[in-house]
């Protein structure tokens, strides 16, 4: 079968090692434009280019998918399939249409909970327990489109989005896989979503790591995990911003939310007589650092609350 394969970030490159390593004829690979990254706005190519180039695949960076000229590159390719993961790019009906089995994608969510583009971080800030990943043909709606496989995965207590996203990486390159091979057998069935039951997870923003010390230690536990490595919880300490990276939930009970209760462990107090142990953290203008180091050079005591500019 020949592929169009589209993606971009880490999360897509083993289900194009997957195929790679499969029977099919990758005959192109689209992803997104090269762009600044870092400080020094280091241009940089996306994870799936570097990949593709490594393993001799022609790459196509448009800056436009939806364009007539995209829609002609594309079928001019003459591919079978589009197998989609993570392009991060909304894909016109035209080029959904193009090749004969349709467009594949694989989702970071059971659809239709957590449509859009942070299933896998909110679905960690929101609690969950159990997540996976889902297979579907796409249509022009935004992950709407018929379920085709399903599968499972309990999502660990400390678990983080980029740990986790590691994991549903791999369980989607099998999936993937599986997918197509019931498709050319002609047993694929489709499911068509229940509207009702659809959430969304859209992208996440700066502000979303704000921690407000009156929730529970699992909300704010919840919320470190799921924003970890981007954009990373935060609180103020003295007129500056704290990162929180790591923490566990602590048995001590607090009844001052964002009140420092232990130096060591170095433990805060959160909403519901709940408290929160500290694990890796940064200062505003520091490296990222232990919080048991952080707290003995800053002299963290029982009178200090996080959240105030004190």
């Known amino acids: 079968m020949r592929i169009i394969f589209m993606g971009t970030p880490e999360f897509a490159v083993p289900s194009l090692e997957k195929l790679i390593n499969s029977e099919h004829e990758i005959c192109a690979v689209f992803t997104k434009p090269d762009k600044p990254v870092g ?8 994870p799936i280019k570097t ?3 490594n393993h001799g695949l022609k790459v196509y960076q448009p800056e436009k998918i ?3 000229e995209t829609e002609e590159l594309i079928k001019s390719l003459n591919p079978d399939l589009i197998a989609v993961v993570a392009y991060g790019k909304i894909i016109s009906k035209n080029i959904i249409e193009t090749p004969k089995y349709g467009c594949i994608n694989v989702h970071g969510s059971l659809l239709p909970k957590y449509r859009g583009a942070a299933p ?3 679905s960690i800030i929101n609690g969950d327990n159990v997540t996976g990943i889902t297979t579907m043909f796409m249509d022009e709606g935004l992950d709407t489109g018929d379920i085709l496989m399903q599968r499972k995965t309990f999502i660990n207590e400390n678990e983080t989005s980029d740990e986790l996203k590691s994991r549903l990486s791999v369980i989607g390159a099998e999936l993937l896989i599986e997918t197509i091979e019931k498709l050319e057998e002609g047993t694929l069935k489709r499911l068509p979503q229940d509207n009702s039951q659809a959430t969304l997870s859209p992208p996440l923003d700066k502000i979303n790591g704000q921690i407000f010390w009156e929730k529970t230690a699992q909300e704010i536990h919840n919320l470190i995990r799921g924003c970890n490595s981007w954009p990373i919880a935060y609180t103020m300490i003295r007129g500056k911003r704290f990162k929180i990276y790591k923490s566990k939930i602590s048995n001590l009970r607090s009844s001052y939310p ?5 130096v060591n462990p170095f433990i805060i107090g959160c909403g519901e007589n709940t408290s ?8 505003e203008g520091k490296k990222r650092m232990p919080a048991s180091d952080f707290a003995r050079g800053y002299r963290m005591s029982d009178k200090i609350i996080f959240g105030l500019i004190k």
């Open 276 to 283: 929160l142990e500290l694990l890796e953290v940064q200062v």
């Open 39 to 46: 400080r020094k706005k280091i241009i940089t190519p996306p």
């Open 66 to 68: 939806k364009s007539a």
């Open 120 to 122: 896998i971080q909110w």
């Open 51 to 53: 990949f593709a180039i």
């Open 258 to 262: 964002g009140k420092v209760v232990s």
